[in-house]
């Protein structure tokens, strides 16, 4: 599945944005989907995921929120009240849905096998 990531921009702090992940290529519902983000000099942090069917989200931080359209094959991120912490590039990511027994293996980026461009947010104070 091939995944873009869009949406990000330039914010106040306090405000808020949603950034959207396309995907094609595949059946979107069989891939539980993944946020991470990267900050200028720093590793890549994981943010949130959600399930392939939706009903269930994993260790989304606060205050943001994941969800997913899975009829347009595209998954959310909302961004809320937003510090200038918060920039960052972007990334969604993609891996197929398959039993887990451990749910913190969803913040490992090597469970996932497909991943956006990436898609860039600055914060200003």
């Known amino acids: 599945v091939q995944l873009q990531a869009f949406g990000g921009g330039v914010v106040q702090a306090g405000g808020s944005l949603r950034l959207s992940c396309t995907a094609s290529?595949?059946?979107?519902?069989?891939?539980?989907m993944a946020w991470f983000r990267q900050a200028q000099g720093k590793e890549r942090e994981f943010v949130g995921a959600?399930?392939?069917?939706?009903d269930n989200t994993y260790y989304v931080k606060y205050p943001f929120d994941i969800s997913r359209d899975n009829a347009k094959n595209t998954v959310f991120l909302q961004l809320n009240e937003l510090k200038p912490e918060d920039t960052a590039v972007y990334y969604c990511?993609?891996?197929?849905?398959?039993?887990?027994?451990?749910?913190?293996?969803?913040?490992?980026?090597?469970?996932?096998?497909?991943w956006g461009q990436g898609t860039e947010l600055t914060v200003s104070s």
């Open positions: 290529g595949g059946t979107f519902s069989h891939y539980d």
């Open positions: 990511a993609a891996r197929l849905s398959r039993f887990i027994v451990d749910y913190g293996r969803f913040k490992m980026e090597h469970e996932y096998d497909n």
């Open positions: 959600i399930s392939g069917n939706g």
